[in-house]
């Protein structure tokens, strides 16, 4: 594993953790590795294209997701599991954002190209590769 491509996902985990929710993450596992994935919680994914391709998963625990997104706004949700999904998907574009800015600012050539929302068996799709976003459920 290249430690040089992970460490600035785990940076920019731990520091997006840090200022929207007041507390240090908590990384379970980072892997870079072929194969299937089983979601165990509510998570995000999104595509890396350039010269390096691939997937960079985000997946919390449902409890953590739910009181996640009670903290991020400001209180108690009524829709739960859709503020938990939404929480998680603007996590994870934040901790994308930095990491692909600090791998970009010291050379490679890469972009967040597509995004996937899981929950429940459900995914939602939003593709950034067209001039309009593309919104389509899975």
Same mark, same amino acid.
């Not at 731990?14 to 507390?23: F, N, Q, R």
């Not at 509510?42 to 625990?61: C, F, N, Y």
């Given at each position: 594993?290249? @430690?040089?491509?992970?460490?600035? $996902?785990?940076?920019?985990?731990?520091?997006?953790?840090?200022? !929207? @929710?007041?507390?240090?993450?908590?990384?379970?596992?980072?892997?870079?590795?072929?194969?299937?994935?089983?979601? &165990?919680?509510?998570?995000?994914?999104?595509?890396?294209?350039?010269?390096?391709?691939?997937?960079?998963? +985000?997946? @919390?625990?449902?409890?953590?997701?739910?009181?996640?997104?009670?903290? +991020? &706004?400001?209180?108690? /949700?009524?829709?739960?599991?859709?503020?938990?999904?939404?929480?998680?998907?603007?996590?994870?574009?934040? /901790?994308?954002?930095?990491?692909? &800015?600090?791998?970009?600012?010291?050379? $490679?050539?890469?972009?967040?190209?597509?995004?996937?929302? $899981? !929950?429940?068996?459900?995914?939602?799709? +939003? /593709?950034?590769?067209?001039?309009?976003? +593309?919104?389509?459920?899975?």
């Amino acid at each position: 594993m290249k @430690m040089e491509l992970i460490q600035p $996902f785990i940076n920019s985990l731990d520091a997006v953790i840090a200022e !929207t @929710m007041g507390c240090s993450a908590e990384i379970a596992d980072v892997t870079m590795e072929e194969g299937n994935y089983q979601r &165990t919680g509510v998570a995000a994914l999104v595509g890396i294209t350039g010269e390096i391709e691939g997937r960079v998963i +985000l997946d @919390m625990d449902t409890a953590a997701a739910h009181q996640a997104a009670g903290e +991020l &706004t400001g209180g108690t /949700v009524e829709r739960v599991e859709e503020a938990a999904r939404e929480t998680v998907c603007e996590l994870t574009n934040m /901790v994308i954002g930095n990491a692909v &800015t600090e791998l970009n600012n010291i050379g $490679f050539k890469i972009q967040g190209s597509f995004r996937l929302k $899981f !929950t429940n068996g459900a995914a939602s799709c +939003l /593709v950034r590769e067209t001039p309009r976003p +593309l919104y389509c459920d899975l």
